[in-house]
């Protein structure tokens, strides 16, 4: 888990089959709500299978006599018994709100007001452009409406065609130092002038 935490916006470990279903649920809507990320969840093994399997796994085959025996069969069954425990009670299954940023007007108007002030503006266009609430196409149009030259990143390339005459393709670096401001969207940020 201390591998994943700092990678992922979610992460959760699995220790009863009841947790599935709920965990899920808050872990897909975390994953694409905001910025969309990765979540990750631990699952033991013991989880993953039918209470048949499990139960003949934790079966003693060859249990110690005496005290020792029925202390160990007791843990295991106890443990099993636990393991289960609720697993056949329904389950909402419904999706989880999903919470997606969507820019005020004031921060519309701020950036239309740059874009008009702007004598050489530039967009860095990164995978997350494509995700929804708007089609890939609608960005398309807009892009071309506003006839801004365009970096593509990740999911994003080929979005404007092999032929457009705003997809800038090379010298990226030099660009972006003449650039007199840059919109970055689709990268984690709804939108960043510098």
């Avoid at 080929?158 to 090379?170: A, V």
Wanted: proline share 8%; hydrophobic share 40%.
């Amino acid at each position: 888990m201390s591998l994943f935490r700092p990678l992922c916006k979610f992460c959760a470990s699995i220790r009863t089959v009841r947790e599935i279903v709920p965990t899920l649920r808050k872990a897909l809507a975390i994953a694409q709500s905001g910025t969309p990320g990765p979540v990750f969840i631990e699952f033991p093994i013991d989880t993953l299978y039918p209470y048949h399997l499990v139960s003949k796994e934790f079966a003693v085959k060859n249990p110690p006599k005496g005290l020792m025996g029925k202390i160990v069969s007791w843990y295991l069954n106890n443990h099993l018994m636990n393991l289960f425990a609720g697993a056949w009670e329904t389950r909402d299954v419904s999706p989880l709100p999903v919470h997606i940023p969507q820019a005020t007007e004031d921060q519309v108007q701020s950036c239309i007001e740059l874009v008009s002030r702007a004598k050489k503006p530039v967009i860095l266009l990164g995978s997350q452009a494509t995700l929804p609430p708007t089609s890939a196409e609608d960005i398309r149009r807009a892009l071309e409406d506003l006839g801004i030259p365009c970096f593509l990143g990740g999911m994003s390339r080929g979005m404007l065609g092999k032929d457009s005459p705003i997809h800038i393709r090379q010298n990226r670096r030099d660009a972006l130092k003449e650039a007199d401001l840059v919109l970055l969207a689709g990268e984690g940020y709804i939108c960043t002038i510098s």
